[in-house]
């Protein structure tokens, strides 16, 4: 008889444990974090600097030049230009369209700078940054 008792006890406090009010709070919680229209964006959480890259980056710009950019070889008369805030930056150059390596050098300020692997010739220019 006591073990009887013992299980409706328990019965009992495992049904309040699980009971409506938890249920209850956890709706309103869901309910007041969506009430706003939803999850807001990374477009409507960020300010400052992120927000002015992310509108450049919406216009199709680039504003940091990070973007690879695709076209001709650069020759020494007509190489890449590759903007840059140092006087030094390293420069990533997949030699051939197929490749999945990526040859990284550095490239200095005032003088045009080779690709080691397929001579693709690079000039870095300064640039100042949109901010």
Not at 19 to 39: E, F, K, N, Q, W
Not at 42 to 51: H, S, V
Not at 60 to 82: A, C, F, M, Q, S
Not at 106 to 122: K, L, M, T
Request: glycine share 8%; proline share 8%.
């Amino acid at each position: 008889m006591a073990s009887m008792r013992m299980c409706q006890l328990m019965l009992r406090a495992a049904s309040r444990s699980a009971s409506v009010p938890r249920a209850v709070y956890l709706s309103r919680a869901c309910t007041r974090a969506m009430s706003g229209g939803g999850i807001p964006t990374d477009e409507e959480q960020a300010t400052g600097l992120e927000r002015k890259v992310l509108e450049a980056m919406k216009r199709g710009e680039d504003p940091y030049d990070i973007l690879p950019k695709v076209g001709r070889p650069g020759t020494k008369e007509n190489p890449h230009i590759v903007p840059s805030v140092n006087k030094q930056r390293i420069v990533g150059c997949i030699c051939e369209e197929d490749n999945t390596a990526v040859n990284w050098f550095w490239i200095h300020a005032g003088e045009v700078n080779r690709c080691p692997e397929c001579g693709s010739h690079y000039k870095l220019v300064p640039k100042e940054l949109p901010h």
